[in-house]
């Protein structure tokens, strides 16, 4: 069974951005006031483009330059890569990945609606992690509460990890067989 969960779940819906027609200095002191490592850049209210701090170390620091001698079209990365809010987590972390990009600006019908980056990505794994987790011991609390359960079939084996299609449950563990048997072996 695959669970989907779109996009606008998890994004952040406040973007900030800055105008194309904006100066570098003016796009620094708003991700400054605003505590944010990006910025969209707009164009007449349309995404176009985005910069990170990791494009004004490399084309202006770097270089030792003054922040007006770039203008915000020279700085940005365009085109601006999107996805819709619709759009699959999964899906998106798998683009993400493939395309080595951190953010992903969400867009629906041609209006910027929010932002997808890969913390955000990260937290929805581990707080799914944490879910499953305890779904887990609850699974293992209805399991020891049976009066002499045996065998359980599909799952993951609490010593080497595998998922298994048969456990065991072994001194209060869930095993497989090979971890059963190295078990029974000591």
Same mark, same amino acid.
């Given at each position: ?9 998890i994004m952040t819906r406040d ?32 995404p176009v483009g985005i910069v990170?701090?990791?494009?004004i170390v490399r084309k202006i ?38 395309? =080595? ?7 629906? !019908? /041609? @209006? %910027? ?7 955000? #990505? ?39 990890? =595998? ?7 072994? !001194? /209060? @563990? %869930? ?7 190295? #078990?029974?072996?000591?």
């Open positions: 069974m695959e669970v989907k969960m779109p996009v606008k779940d973007v900030v951005t800055v105008d194309v027609k904006s100066d570098v200095l003016h796009l620094a002191k708003k991700m400054l006031d605003c505590d944010v490592g990006s910025v969209i850049i707009t164009n007449k209210q349309q990170t701090e990791r494009d620091v770097s270089k030792n330059l003054k922040p007006d001698a770039l203008s915000i079209k020279e700085l940005m990365t365009t085109p601006l890569i999107t996805i819709p809010a619709t759009e699959d987590v999964t899906d998106t972390m798998h683009m993400m990945v493939k395309m =080595d990009i951190r953010r992903l600006p969400v867009v629906d !019908n /041609g @209006k %910027l609606v929010g932002i997808v980056t890969d913390i955000d #990505l990260i937290a929805v794994s581990a707080e799914m992690g944490n879910i499953f987790s305890d779904l887990i011991k609850m699974h293992r609390e209805n399991i020891f509460s049976m009066e002499a359960p045996q065998k359980i079939n599909r799952g993951i084996c609490e010593e080497c990890g =595998d998922n298994v299609d048969t456990l065991l449950l072994v !001194n /209060g @563990k %869930l095993l497989c067989e090979s971890c059963r048997e190295t #078990l029974e072996m000591l």
